[in-house]
């Protein structure tokens, strides 16, 4: 077999591959055993059907189709490998020339990966938002526990914001009760925005007994989207109360013994996500302005695809849980399709960007990933997925994702990298050491995993490289 490449673009190449007759003997072979399971010919026993007569009977054209079929995925893998090449998705097979004794002769377009030249990226510079805790941050975060401790008391009065109402409630669509529109005994609290658009006006000002009809668009269920007529009636109204900001207080929800030691840990809880939050802001403008550094071509048939993927994704999973679609989506989102279209696009090429770059550094560093730092990778993903470990590590395993997995994680290790090398401030001019910050720096391998997964996020989980295919052409006796 002889292959030459020809270069059609950055990311996109021509494979012209010449093979000699004798090297499709062993294709020959199996197509003719083939047909002779496939076939009857009277006065010969099944697979026993000479090759001549099966070439009489059904044409020499369709044993070359199925011995060419069956040839081109071996010789145009040896093609690429010769050629060194690193192919993205299918290539378009174009077979040039089939002489019956003598040669085969084929073309095979096919994107790759184009060559990234990656400067040096230790004059990176970035500003970040300052880790500032102040007393009214931990008065807020006190005062949310305090909610979560609230009791409640029945009243003998109208409701009003704030209260907890226990609510009846029925649902028609064009003056049918819906089969799932019906409940009784909701515990609501009003103002919440828990329930359906309109029901706190509906119940504000009803004692227990008082009934209110109000109309709202269905958020979910068999009318999700429709019109309804809602009909709700108060059974009880309790008004809620919160515990005594003092040290009883901290006792009942916390470990902590007193007042001022729940503050002091809440402090330092803030600070902590203040501090993880800055660290996933720093990936994320160290991603930005490396990316705005490196030059990278992006194939057409590529994108293509990952735009595809990301609007099939949403439409046919994230909307359709959430019982919308595409339209009643862009008009919650203020939205035109052009706006939609034009940021899913920027979106794609930044993923496909971001995972060249992150994926040639890591070739350039020599980064490596083991099996534990793959294990915490894998719980944090099955965490993320609401999967057990051991369900999602199968899930991984049966769909072939192991690689994916791995490549996530270099590409995290491989934005730590330039994260450590480049230069942090906060918004007062001071500069943030991630490393301090961070418990240790695997800490920082996580939110940067979390950052560039984020950058290159497809639908399935997968990444927007494709496995070279195997190619199929149907050439002409």
């Known amino acids: 077999m002889k292959s030459a490449v020809e270069t059609l673009n950055p990311t996109r190449v021509r494979l012209s591959i010449e093979v000699p007759f004798e090297e499709l003997k ?26 001549r007569v099966i070439d009489q ?3 020499r054209g369709a044993v070359l189709e199925e011995a060419v079929n069956d040839a081109l995925p071996k010789f145009y893998t040896d093609a690429v490998n010769e050629a060194e090449l690193n192919v993205l998705g299918q290539p378009e097979v ?7 004794g003598e040669t085969l002769n084929f073309t095979a377009e096919v994107d790759v990966r184009p060559t990234i030249e990656i400067p040096d990226y230790s ?49 028609k669509v064009d003056g049918e009760v819906l089969e799932d529109g019906v409940a009784s005994g909701v515990s609501y609290t009003i103002g919440s925005g828990e329930l359906l658009d309109g029901i706190d006006d509906a119940v504000k000002g009803l004692e227990a007994g ?3 009809t109000f109309a709202s668009e269905l958020k979910g269920g068999s009318a999700a989207g429709k019109e309804a007529e809602v009909t709700v009636k108060v059974s009880q109204v309790a008004k809620r109360e919160l515990p005594e900001l003092d040290d009883d207080f901290a006792q009942l929800a916390s470990e902590f013994d007193t007042l001022e030691e729940l503050r002091a840990d809440s402090r330092k809880r803030l600070e902590n996500m203040k501090q993880y939050d800055q660290a996933t802001q720093a990936q994320e403008r160290v991603l930005e302005k490396l990316l705005e550094l490196v030059e990278v071509p992006v194939p057409e048939k590529l994108l293509e695809d990952e735009i595809n993927t990301r609007k099939h994704n949403l439409e046919h999973h994230q909307l359709g849980q959430m019982g919308l679609d595409l339209e009643k989506y862009l008009e919650i989102q203020g939205k035109t399709a052009e706006e939609f279209d034009t940021e899913t696009k920027e979106a794609a090429v930044k993923g496909i960007k971001t995972q060249f770059v992150l994926d040639e550094l890591v070739n350039k560093e020599k980064l490596n990933v083991n099996q534990e730092e793959l294990t915490e990778h894998l719980m944090r993903r099955a965490a993320s997925s609401n999967m057990s470990p051991d369900q999602f590590a199968q899930q991984v395993v049966e769909g072939g994702q192991v690689p994916l997995l791995v490549g996530e994680v270099a ?39 979390a950052s560039t997964e984020d950058a290159v996020e497809t639908s399935d989980e997968k990444a927007p490289e494709a496995e070279a295919a195997e190619p199929e052409a149907k050439p002409e006796a």
């Open 26 to 51: 062993d294709s020959l072979d199996a197509a003719y055993k083939k047909i002779n399971q496939q076939v009857t010919v009277k006065g010969f026993r099944k697979g026993k059907i000479p090759a």
């Open 210 to 212: 008082g009934e209110a």
């Open 411 to 449: 590409r995290g290790k491989a934005l730590a990298v330039v994260v450590e090398a480049a230069t942090v401030k906060d918004t007062n001019g001071e500069v943030v050491d991630l490393d301090d910050e961070e418990e240790d720096e695997t800490s920082v391998e996580t939110s940067a995993e």
């Open 94 to 100: 174009d077979i040039t020339e089939l002489k019956d």
């Open 57 to 59: 009977r059904f044409g």
């Open 123 to 171: 004059g990176i510079e970035v500003e970040v938002d300052a880790v500032e805790v102040g007393e009214e941050d931990i008065d807020k975060a006190v005062e949310e526990l305090r909610e979560r401790f609230a009791s409640t008391a029945p009243v003998e009065r109208a409701a009003e914001e704030g209260d907890v109402v226990t609510l009846d409630l029925e649902a």
